[in-house]
């Protein structure tokens, strides 16, 4: 992987933002300029790695141009969410979004933005949520896990990534179902998170599969959301198997300032269409863990109500959003 590229200073970019792709055997649109990728975690996470696969591919498909990735990170992805509207609607700056992230944040009411002023052209992969312990930790299991938990509620520690992200709903959702009392330690990202989950600072994390993936070895996955076991991870049971019939994880995707006009939304979710379609791209997915999804513009609105009464409901059900 290449190493990461410095962070530019924004500049004034030309409003024609997109055009035909003049290379090679190419169909989709390619950017005239360099885009600037903008990522609401540091460096490290599932974000990032996501965004490294799509900047190898895309510059395969569009060598004219690069990729530019950039950080703004902090609350949880919320600082990113609440200026994005503040950058140039010119199809150049797209910023990775979140689900649940982006439901969650607004109804907590410590962000500077709103679910409906964030605009995705296009939602690429998710992650099931996952439990783990260190490598050196004594919980074997999930059942130790359970044992450990009720034997001292509210001893445990569990890192996660952000605040009222998936990452949290996920434990509020464990503690919930199966009568245990945990405590949460938010990070701003999973960066943040590994160095506290590896260093064994806390007892564990809610994270996502890929992490788990990435630091075999490092980490001991207990139980993951799946309708059926991860074919990366086969011996760690589901959370339908242990009893709960818990699918659901983190989305990420794509968005873009609101002054974007619809045209260009619409180029850059054919591209990343696109990237997610490349057998390279599926090939890097599969061996992070990522689970590919296709949603773009044409079925956002649609994909975006169903999310937000969802993640909705369940902000309610699980405390989500009291102050």
């Not at 055997?25 to 790695?49: H, I, R, T, V």
């Not at 919930?176 to 998170?193: E, H, L, Q, S």
Request: glycine letters at 10%; aromatic letters at 8%; hydrophobic letters at 40%.
């Amino acid at each position: 992987m290449k190493k990461l590229l410095s962070a530019l200073c924004l500049v004034l970019l030309a409003p024609a933002a997109i055009a035909q792709a003049t290379s090679a055997g190419s169909e989709q649109a390619c950017p005239e300029k360099n885009l600037l990728y903008w990522q609401a975690f540091p460096p490290g996470g599932e974000s990032d790695l996501s965004a490294r696969h799509q900047q190898i591919v895309l510059k395969k498909k569009c060598p004219a141009i690069d990729t530019i990735i950039q950080y703004k990170a902090g609350a949880g992805g919320g600082l990113m969410w609440g200026q994005m509207n503040q950058l140039p609607g010119d199809g150049l700056n797209v910023v990775g979004v979140n689900l649940p992230h982006m439901v969650f944040q607004p109804l907590e009411g410590q962000v500077q933005y709103k679910t409906q002023d964030i605009t995705p052209v296009f939602w690429f992969h998710f992650t099931p949520d996952i439990l783990v312990v260190p490598e050196q930790s004594p919980i074997k299991t999930f059942a130790d896990f359970i044992k450990a938990a009720k034997a001292s509620p509210g001893k445990l520690n569990l890192g996660g990534s952000g605040l009222n992200s998936a990452n949290h709903a996920a434990h509020e959702r464990m503690n919930a179902a199966f009568g245990v009392k945990t405590n949460y330690i938010p990070y701003k990202g999973t960066g943040d998170m590994a160095v506290a989950v590896l260093g064994a600072q806390v007892e564990g994390a809610m994270a996502y599969s890929p992490f788990a993936i990435s630091n075999k070895g490092r980490v001991r996955a207990l139980a993951i959301a799946m309708d059926k076991r991860h074919p990366l991870l086969p011996d760690v049971p589901t959370f339908k198997e242990l009893g709960v019939d818990w699918v659901d994880g983190g989305y990420r995707g794509i968005g873009v300032p609101k002054s974007t006009p619809p045209e260009a939304r619409k180029r850059l979710s054919d591209l990343w269409a696109a990237l997610n379609n490349d057998p390279e791209m599926k090939e890097l997915a599969a061996k992070s863990g990522f689970e590919l999804v296709n949603v773009g513009v044409d079925q956002m609105d649609a994909f975006m109500k169903e999310k937000v009464r969802l993640y909705t409901e369940g902000a309610q059900r699980l405390g989500l959003g009291k102050k």
